[in-house]
T-cell receptor
Framework: GAVVSQHPSWVICKSGTSVKIECRSL??????MFWYRQFPKQSLMLMAT?????????EQGVEKDKFLINHASLTLSTLTVTSAHPEDSSFYIC????????????FGQGTRLTVV | AQKITQTQPGMFVQEKEAVTLDCTYD???????LFWYKQPSSGEMIFLIY??????QNATEGRYSLNFQKARKSANLVISASQLGDSAMYFC??????????FGKGTRLHILP
């Protein structure tokens, strides 16, 4: 079964509204989670690293005020797309690692966001 | 800076043939991990195989094997006896000492009946 669960799997929202996406590690504690964005026919681009109990660290070019990340517990990270616009429409996917430098990197099912 | 390069945007392969998907990488980290993921049209990332930088032997998982050539910084994926269900997008990825995983641009594999 899924080790990392992401919700919702798809969402349609109006321009100007905010959307929250949840990423949960189901059977392990994750002090760090990662958020990616994938445009159609493109690769996964790392947006930010979510750190439990502290601020997220964002990759270059990612607006931290636009993409709010909260990692309030060891099993939950949330990504909020604020004041969404059509250009924010994309596939968002999270990941969590159960250990370091090994094979245990798990991805959520992804969230397809459409802003109309 | 770390980088993953996949030079094959798309490939067409006859069913039951073997296929090799190319991947080269660049990193200054002494320790790193290399992954291959399959992404079908549903979007989920399906883990296929992992190779640690200090692993002496090439990784194998069923029909998947990773041809790891450390000196050349390449980590090609070999799929033996391809099946129609193998049609998907394939991503090579690397995990560095900062724990981040970065991805190549991917290769779209089409298996022909």
């Amino acid at each position: 079964g899924a080790v990392v669960s992401q919700h919702p799997s798809w969402v349609i929202c109006k321009s100007g509204t905010s959307v929250k996406i949840e990423c949960r590690s189901l059977d392990f504690q994750a002090t760090t989670m990662f958020w990616y964005r994938q445009f159609p026919k493109q690769s996964l681009m790392l947006m930010a690293t979510s750190n439990e109990g502290s601020k997220a660290t964002y990759e270059q070019g990612v607006e931290k005020d636009k993409f709010l990340i909260n990692h309030a517990s060891l099993t939950l990270s949330t990504l909020t797309v604020t004041s969404a616009h059509p250009e924010d429409s994309s596939f968002y996917i999270c990941s969590a690692h159960r250990g370091r430098m090994n094979t245990e990197a798990f991805f959520g099912q992804g969230t397809r966001l459409t802003v109309v | 800076a770390q980088k993953i390069t996949q030079t094959q945007p798309g490939m067409f392969v006859q069913e039951k043939e073997a296929v090799t998907l190319d991947c080269t990488y660049d990193t200054s980290d002494p320790s790193y991990g290399l992954f291959w993921y399959k992404q079908p049209s549903s979007g989920e990332m399906i883990f296929l195989i992992y190779q640690g930088s200090y692993d002496q032997q090439n990784a194998t998982e069923g029909r998947y094997s990773l041809n790891f050539q450390k000196a050349r910084k390449s980590a090609n994926l070999v799929i033996s006896a391809s099946q129609l269900g193998d049609s998907a997008m394939y991503f090579c990825a690397m995990r560095g000492e900062d724990d981040k995983i970065i991805f190549g641009k991917g290769t779209r594999l089409h298996i022909l009946p």
